[in-house]
């Protein structure tokens, strides 16, 4: 199992703001996942951060707004940038890993944001 | 139509009946199904995986999946009110591939 913590666990943040969560996990993982969570929504994948590569943004995602670092196995960093209220929302950092046999996606607990 | 269907609820059962939860799924080609609980507040959590046709239980828990029909379930037996949480269904499109696509959840509700 892989344990994943974030900071902030939540941030009030003005609008025109930019927000770095940071994402740390107790074991080497080579894929961490950045999803986001909107009120009464389910969760959205934004993008797939690789260890020494840049990462793969989802439709709907860009760098520039989401710029994500990834300098070794264990953390990660997501920035939202240029905040909007529409930005309010739960992001989650998410790795995958071995329970056992069973491969599952393991999910940090989530940073709360909220954009004024 | 949306990748992963679920009713969002709120699914209310009394403490110690079966509790239903469905999703349906678009991509017929899909390989691996997941439930996931989310208490408010809190981040999803792994608690049954289905790969094959047919039941799969652990403890008061069933998956029910039917490639044919593209829908997945989850039974919980003995109905807690600690069950009482968003139950997210998430379908992996493609053996080998790292992306999930997740339902927008059912809100279950046990009354005690």
């Known amino acids: 199992s892989a344990v994943i913590s974030q900071k902030p666990s939540r941030d009030i943040c003005q609008r025109g703001t930019s927000l770095t969560i940071q994402c740390q996990v107790d074991s080497q993982v080579t894929m961490m996942f950045w999803y986001r969570q909107q009120p009464g929504q389910s969760l959205t994948l934004i993008a797939t951060?690789?260890?020494?590569?840049?990462?793969?943004?989802e439709s709907g995602f860009v760098i520039d707004k989401f710029p994500i670092s990834r300098p070794n196995l264990t953390f990660s960093t997501l920035t939202v940038s240029n905040m909007s209220p529409e930005d309010s929302s739960i992001y989650l950092c998410?790795?995958?890993?071995?329970?056992?046999?069973?491969?599952?996606?393991?999910f940090g607990p989530g940073t709360r944001l909220t954009v004024l | 139509q949306k990748e992963v269907e679920q009713n969002s609820g709120p699914l209310s059962v009394p403490e110690g009946a079966i509790a239903s939860l469905n999703c349906t799924y678009s991509?017929?080609?899909?390989?691996?199904f997941f439930w996931y609980r989310q208490y408010s507040g809190k981040s999803p959590e792994l608690i049954m995986s289905?790969?094959?046709?047919g039941d799969k239980e652990d403890g008061r828990f069933t998956a029910q999946l039917n490639k044919a029909s593209q829908y997945v379930s989850l039974l919980i037996r003995d109905s807690q009110p600690s069950d009482s949480a968003t139950y997210l269904c998430?379908?992996?499109?493609?053996?080998?591939?790292?992306?999930?696509?997740f339902g927008t959840g059912t809100r279950l509700k046990v009354l005690a």
């Open positions: 998430a379908v992996n499109p493609r053996r080998g591939t790292y992306k999930y696509i």
């Open positions: 991509d017929r080609g899909s390989q691996s």
């Open positions: 289905i790969y094959s046709n």
């Open positions: 998410s790795v995958e890993g071995t329970s056992g046999v069973t491969r599952r996606r393991f």
């Open positions: 951060a690789n260890q020494g590569s840049e990462a793969t943004y």
